[in-house]
Nanobody
Framework: QLQVVESGGGLVRPGGSLRLGCGAS????????IGWFRQAPGKEREGVLC????????TYSDSVKGRFTISRDNAENKVYLQMNSLRPEDTAIYSC???????????????????WGQGTQVTVSS
């Protein structure tokens, strides 16, 4: 059984930065494709970024281009989401997810992700 846990959320002012972490127990994340997703109040969940086993990255949301990056730290068994130049519209619950069926490409939709964390709240406000 794989348990996924996010960390690093919080309150930040517009223009600030946060780094979210995605960890897992029971599996080694370096062998899997990992995605970050977010859901704002009253909105549907949307994909943010995804990274494959071999480091290929897919950006799901144009709104984060140039501001957010995704990376792996295999020694720590974690995947990070670095968020810079945060905006109020980035406020959401951020979740990471693991897909077992796509090791070398990022799925087109969240439906292909098998294991999800409970999410961490990110609030961007002055």
């Amino acid at each position: 059984q794989l348990q996924v846990v996010e960390s690093g959320g919080g309150l930040v002012r517009p223009g600030g930065s946060l780094r979210l972490g995605c960890g897992a127990s029971g599996r080694t994340l370096e062998f899997y494709t990992i995605g970050w997703f977010r859901q704002a109040p009253g909105k549907e969940r949307e994909g943010v970024l995804c990274i494959t086993q071999d480091g290929t990255i897919r950006t799901y949301s144009d709104s984060v281009k140039g501001r957010f990056t995704i990376s792996r730290d295999n020694a720590e068994n974690k995947v990070y989401l670095q968020m810079n130049s945060l905006r109020p519209e980035d406020t959401a619950i951020y979740s990471c997810a693991v897909t077992l069926g796509f090791s070398h490409q990022c799925p087109t939709t969240s439906a292909w992700f098998d294991y999800w964390g409970q999410g961490t709240q990110v609030t961007v406000s002055s």
